[in-house]
């Protein structure tokens, strides 16, 4: 099970699921939501991240490749049709 992670300027979200991940996480196994406090018990869906986009045009794959070497970086509407859902 794959899945992207979704960053914005606050928050970074799981692709799969649509829930807060940490921006450091390589597979979705806890839910953090954005500046709250997160729930002990939220798990994430456990999708492995393969893949680092936004919904925000202005950030280039040069600042995602900066977020996380480690992934392939896709700009706002690029990423591939099989990383997206
Ligand atoms: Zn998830």
């Not at 829930?19 to 196994?29: N, Y």
């Not at 893949?51 to 990423?79: C, F, H, M, N, W």
């Amino acid at each position: 099970m794959h899945a992207t992670l979704i960053v914005d300027a606050y928050t970074t979200k799981c692709s799969r699921c649509g829930k807060g991940t940490s921006l450091t996480a390589t597979h979705h196994d806890r839910v953090l939501s954005g500046w709250t406090t997160p729930d002990p018990d939220a798990r994430g869906c456990g999708a492995a991240f393969v893949a680092i986009s936004t919904q925000d045009l202005s950030v280039t794959e040069a600042d995602l490749a900066e977020l996380r070497p480690d992934l392939p970086a896709y700009r706002a509407g690029k990423l591939p049709g099989e990383l997206r859902r």
